[in-house]
Antibody
Framework: EVQLVESGGVVVQPGGSLRLSCAAS????????MHWVRQAPGKGLEWVSL????????YYADSVKGRFTISRDNSKNSLYLQMNSLRTEDTALYYC???????????????WGRGTLVTVSS | EIVLTQSPGTLSLSPGERATLSCRAS???????LAWYQQKPGQAPRLLIY???SRATGIPDRFSGSGSGTDFTLTISRLEPEDFAVYYC????????FGQGTKVEIK
């Protein structure tokens, strides 16, 4: 089955750190750019970060640049998001998403996970 | 950054009716790099349309997308009960920004 499964979301204090994981299955993981997209409670969607198929290129939204780091392990079909210096405004459901294009970066998303909830609160 | 504005905020319609959702960009979206997503409560978004008018795999043909430049439209020809949801547009010609969403609710 083609799917993405996120994990790692918890309640963390402001200033804290967290690492999210996303396990991919059912497709050739290392053929695709992968993304993280988040959704604050009751709000819309916000793209967070992307990583190219080989990990050689990464991009970040201005809101997380310098605090979050995206990475991947193609041998484990896994995507990660290291989140440091967390702020209350980082509270959201974090989705792992597969890029819609085959090789390259197309920046739309044709497969989503169910998300993992990160709550930043004291 | 390209800002997308969706209208209306809420659309109240009955099953069987036609739904027309608008997405307007603050500047031209290159190569019609515009996508539409459907999100139901408690679920992840689902890709409906990419390239402004191409349906994603498995999407029924009652969903259609059109437009270019700064004005785009998602049309649902006849609403089915499962179509009541929130719809987001996203431009991906210059990074990837989303509109704020249109809720299609049962009248």
């Amino acid at each position: 089955e083609v799917q993405l499964v996120e994990s790692g979301g918890v309640v963390v204090q402001p200033g804290g750190s967290l690492r999210l994981s996303c396990a991919a299955s059912g497709f050739t993981f290392d053929d695709y750019t992968m993304h993280w997209v988040r959704q604050a409670p009751g709000k819309g969607l916000e793209w967070v970060s992307l990583i190219s198929w080989d990990g050689g290129s990464t991009y970040y939204a201005d809101s997380v640049k310098g605090r979050f780091t995206i990475s991947r392990d193609n041998s484990k079909n896994s995507l990660y998001l290291q989140m440091n210096s967390l702020r209350t405004e980082d509270t959201a459901l974090y989705y792992c998403a597969k890029d819609g294009g085959n090789s390259g970066v197309y920046w739309y998303f044709d497969l989503w996970g169910r998300g993992t909830l990160v709550t930043v609160s004291s | 950054e390209i800002v997308l504005t969706q209208s209306p905020g809420t659309l109240s319609l009955s099953p069987g009716e036609r739904a027309t959702l608008s997405c307007r960009a603050s500047q031209s979206v290159s190569s019609s790099y515009l996508a539409w997503y459907q999100q139901k409560p408690g679920q992840a978004p689902r890709l409906l349309i990419y390239g402004a008018s191409s349906r994603a795999t498995g999407i029924p043909d009652r969903f259609s997308g059109s437009g270019s430049g700064t004005d785009f439209t998602l049309t649902i020809s006849r609403l089915e009960p499962e179509d009541f949801a929130v719809y987001y547009c996203q431009q991906y010609g210059s990074s990837g920004t989303f509109g704020q969403g249109t809720k299609v609710e049962i009248k």
